[in-house]
């Protein structure tokens, strides 16, 4: 919804041979790939040396966030693996909220767990903070052509308009989904809190959620940059 029906931002050219890191469900791929012989399946680790018999068109890696221990090796292995010429992409929202009318400041617990979500993947040793340095690092790497482009994505139904109230609804969706499991291994892992304790600040966050006077969003980031020909 948000990129209009588009599956990605990089202008690639009839990519043939497409890489998507951390496909979780796997539903990116699939509706990339079009249809299902297009498209394999294979249970990696990105982190790991990748061995590859054959260079990628395109490489993709959607909401990792948090998720990666060392990015400047990942982009590493991902040029490596690109073909010249080829694409690397990273999407990603931040782990964060935003209003352009301070009301985000009234969505205490949100911004409180935000915090704390933020300590624990640091300490963890996976950063939820490290989309900003994403482009930067890209170009480090040896990417030729790289941009960074910014969405807002509304984190409840709270817009006039029409587009931007339908994806808050869904992005609403998403984050009660995700607020717990977000919420529940950081906290009684690295914080030693009570799952009671959790229940009940999960609780208080969806609230501040459900209040459409707290014009709440996020940023998505989408960046992507070239293997040089
Ligand atoms: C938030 S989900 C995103 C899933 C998918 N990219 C999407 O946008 O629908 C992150 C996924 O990355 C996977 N993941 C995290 N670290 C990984 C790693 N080192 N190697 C492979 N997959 C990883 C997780 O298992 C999870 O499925």
Redesign the pocket.
């Known amino acids: 919804m948000l990129f209009k029906g588009e599956l990605n931002r990089a202008p690639i050219k009839n990519p043939a041979r497409v890489l998507?890191?951390?496909?979780?469900?796997?539903?990116?791929a699939i509706d990339y790939a079009e249809i299902p012989p297009n498209c394999r399946f294979e249970v990696?680790?990105?982190?790991?040396p990748w061995s590859y018999s054959k260079p990628f068109d395109y490489i993709h890696?959607?909401?990792?966030e948090g998720?990666?221990?060392d990015i400047d090796n990942l982009y590493r292995q991902a040029l490596e693996n690109l073909k010249p010429g080829g694409w690397m992409e990273m999407?990603s929202m931040e782990v964060n909220t935003y209003s352009d009318d301070d009301t985000h400041l009234r969505a205490k617990n949100l911004l409180e767990g935000i915090v704390y979500m933020h300590d624990c993947a640091r300490e963890y040793g996976k950063d939820m903070t490290s989309v900003h340095s994403w482009k930067e690092k890209m170009e480090k790497a040896g990417f030729v052509n790289v941009r960074e482009e910014i969405f807002k994505l509304p984190q409840s139904p709270w817009p006039k308009d029409p587009k931007m109230k339908d994806l808050g609804r869904y992005h609403q969706v998403n984050m009660f989904e995700a607020l717990g499991p977000y919420c529940y291994a950081l906290f009684t892992r690295v914080m030693g809190w009570e799952r009671t304790e959790i229940e009940v600040f999960v609780a208080g966050m969806k609230q501040e959620l459900r209040d459409l006077n707290n014009h709440l969003y996020t940023k998505v980031h989408i960046v992507y940059g070239q293997r040089p020909e």
């Open positions: 998507d890191i951390g496909t979780g469900t796997g539903i990116w990696d680790d990105f982190e790991q890696g959607r909401e990792l998720c990666v221990r999407a």
